[in-house]
């Protein structure tokens, strides 16, 4: 079912690993094209060109696109009880996770009379994004803003696609147990739009009848190609968190691990999308051939077995067979996977020796969709390789550094000479004259 891609005997360079390794495709760009005319629309027609869309693609006209109160209202009440006692295990979590990212403003004395302060400031407005094509994301809800609330932003919008299917007091809505995870979580502006659209009636605010969404400074969540190719159109105008590819796995085991947990979870992410990548590093062959023999059997016995069928035979897939675990570790660097799994003997130490990865979960009984929903980290994480240089959604992500400069006239005295230097190294003369300008014409 996987492609197998053998490494072995095989020293190969980052740039030959990262052309091997498999990985999906993901054409921003050609969406583009698309994408762009609907953004404009947006902003030239408001929320007249939000509804088309929204009936365009999403083949419904909400009856007003902000969800009013008693709908959130009515959402909660009609919430599982058992789903709302697993949402609230996920928000306390995510809590208590993420208000230890919370940071402090420090104070550098640099110079007697001389301080630099760095302040860290939320940002005033965010929009969370929150999917809504093949699955309902409630988990996604808890992930976006509990980070934003604890940040101290002060003003958080949702928006998540109407859903064709909403009957009754939902009819036109997000999906309920969106709408009711935001209830839970006290987001009371919620707006009824998905894909490229929300993005854009982020960006650019927009009125409808009495509501107002206001323009917003970030948007954050997941999100199909549309959503990705208009974060990066309207990067600039707006602040954005990441470009979130299709969600992506690898595993690094080795004959130590259990081939029928493997195979489940590489099956949990194939679930989600038929371009999701679900990716075994191992040099154990034999634990590879059990691991095929296990898919063999779990595949079509889960409910969307012909969408993790085609993920796991996509080339995005594939089971990559490695000297040792030196070798492997220098695959799932160079990978730089969303999700990463350690299954090996020590595997704390292992995962120790990992530098690039979205999130670790280290050994048997930490399996990714632990991770989805209730172990206290955050799931919104990069894909497509940028884990070797980003980082998932957190406190930090709704936060600004803002260095405050505080300086006596002693100690920009003091500095003068070295700063009207570089200044005219620069070939910036008047830089040092408005420093001079200060401290009597002397440096």
């Given at each position: 079912?996987?492609?197998?891609?053998?490494?072995?005997?095989?020293?190969?360079?980052?740039?030959?690993?990262?052309?091997?390794?498999?990985?999906?495709?993901?054409?921003?760009?050609?969406?583009?094209?698309?994408?762009?005319?609907?953004?404009?629309?947006?902003?030239?027609?408001?929320?007249?060109?939000?509804?088309?869309?929204?009936?365009?693609?999403?083949?419904?006209?909400?009856?007003?696109?902000?969800?009013?109160?008693?709908?959130?209202?009515?959402?909660?009440?009609?919430?599982?009880?058992?789903?709302?006692?697993?949402?609230?295990?996920?928000?306390?979590?995510?809590?208590?996770?993420?208000?230890?990212?919370?940071?402090?403003?420090?104070?550098?004395?640099?110079?007697?009379?001389?301080?630099?302060?760095?302040?860290?400031?939320?940002?005033?407005?965010?929009?969370?994004?929150?999917?809504?094509?093949?699955?309902?994301?409630?988990?996604?809800?808890?992930?976006n803003?509990?980070?934003?609330?604890?940040?101290?932003?002060?003003?958080?919008?949702?928006?998540?696609?109407?859903?064709?299917?909403n009957?009754?007091?939902?009819?036109?809505?997000?999906?309920?147990?969106?709408?009711?995870?935001?209830?839970?979580?006290?987001?009371?502006?919620?707006?009824?739009m998905?894909?490229?659209?929300?993005?854009?009636?982020?960006?650019?605010?927009?009125?409808?009848?009495?509501?107002?969404?206001e323009?917003?400074?970030?948007?954050?969540?997941?999100?199909?190609?549309?959503?990705?190719?208009?974060?990066?159109?309207?990067?600039?105008?707006?602040?954005i968190?990441?470009?979130?590819?299709?969600?992506?796995?690898?595993?690094?085991?080795?004959?130590?691990?259990?081939?029928?947990?493997?195979?489940?979870?590489?099956?949990?992410?194939?679930?989600?999308?038929?371009?999701?990548?679900?990716?075994?590093?191992?040099?154990?062959?034999?634990?590879?051939?059990?691991?095929?023999?296990?898919?063999?059997?779990?595949?079509?016995?889960t409910?969307?077995?012909?969408?993790?069928?085609?993920?796991?035979?996509?080339?995005?897939?594939?089971i990559?067979?490695?000297?040792?675990?030196?070798?492997?570790?220098?695959?799932?660097?160079?990978?730089?996977?969303?999700?990463?799994?350690?299954?090996?003997?020590?595997?704390?130490?292992?995962?120790?020796?990992?530098?690039?990865?979205?999130?670790?979960?280290?050994?048997?009984?930490?399996?990714?969709?632990?991770?989805?929903?209730?172990?206290?980290?955050?799931?919104?994480?990069?894909?497509?390789?940028?884990?070797?240089?980003?980082?998932?959604?957190?406190?930090?992500?709704?936060?600004?550094?803002?260095?405050?400069?505080?300086?006596?006239?002693?100690?920009?005295?003091?500095?003068?000479?070295?700063?009207?230097?570089?200044?005219?190294?620069?070939?910036?003369?008047?830089h040092?004259?408005?420093?001079?300008?200060?401290?009597?014409?002397l440096?």
């Open positions: 079912m996987m492609v197998r891609t053998d490494l072995r005997g095989r020293a190969l360079s980052a740039r030959e690993l990262r052309r091997i390794v498999p990985r999906a495709a993901f054409d921003v760009d050609a969406a583009m094209a698309d994408v762009r005319p609907i953004c404009e629309a947006v902003r030239d027609r408001g929320a007249v060109a939000v509804q088309d869309f929204s009936e365009r693609f999403d083949g419904v006209r909400a009856p007003h696109l902000r969800v009013p109160a008693d709908v959130l209202a009515a959402a909660l009440a009609a919430l599982d009880p058992q789903v709302s006692a697993a949402l609230d295990v996920a928000i306390e979590r995510a809590r208590a996770v993420h208000r230890d990212q919370s940071r402090k403003d420090t104070t550098t004395t640099v110079a007697p009379g001389g301080t630099v302060c760095e302040r860290w400031v939320p940002v005033d407005r965010v929009g969370l994004y929150v999917p809504g094509g093949r699955a309902v994301y409630p988990s996604s809800v808890v992930m803003v509990v980070p934003a609330q604890i940040a101290g932003v002060g003003s958080l919008a949702v928006a998540s696609p109407p859903q064709r299917e009957t009754g007091v939902f009819a036109g809505y997000p999906h309920p147990t969106i709408l009711a995870a935001c209830a839970l979580l006290g987001i009371e502006e919620v707006w009824t998905g894909g490229a659209h929300a993005v854009a009636g982020f960006a650019y605010g927009f009125a409808d009848g009495d509501d107002t969404c323009p917003v400074a970030l948007v954050t969540g997941p999100g199909n190609i549309y959503v990705v190719a208009a974060k990066r159109l309207l990067k600039g105008l707006i602040g968190d990441a470009e979130a590819g299709p969600t992506e796995i690898a595993i690094l085991a080795d004959s130590s691990a259990d081939a029928d947990l493997v195979a489940a979870d590489l099956i949990s992410q194939a679930e989600h999308d038929p371009l999701a990548a679900s990716v075994l590093v191992t040099d154990s062959e034999e634990l590879a051939a059990a691991t095929e023999l296990a898919l063999a059997a779990r595949v079509p016995a409910k969307h077995s012909e969408r993790v069928a085609e993920a796991l035979r996509g080339p995005q897939s594939g990559v067979l490695v000297d040792d675990l030196d070798q492997g570790l220098d695959v799932v660097n160079t990978y730089a996977a969303e999700h990463l799994e350690i299954m090996t003997d020590d595997a704390a130490a292992v995962a120790a020796r990992v530098r690039n990865a979205g999130a670790i979960f280290v050994g048997p009984f930490a399996p990714v969709s632990l991770g989805d929903y209730a172990a206290g980290s955050n799931h919104v994480l990069p894909t497509g390789g940028c884990a070797c240089h980003s980082g998932g959604l957190s406190v930090q992500t709704f936060l600004r550094g803002i260095h405050v400069v505080t300086y006596s006239e002693a100690a920009l005295r003091e500095v003068a000479p070295h700063v009207v230097a570089l200044a005219n190294a620069e070939d910036l003369p008047a040092g004259e408005a420093v001079l300008a200060r401290t009597g014409g440096p």
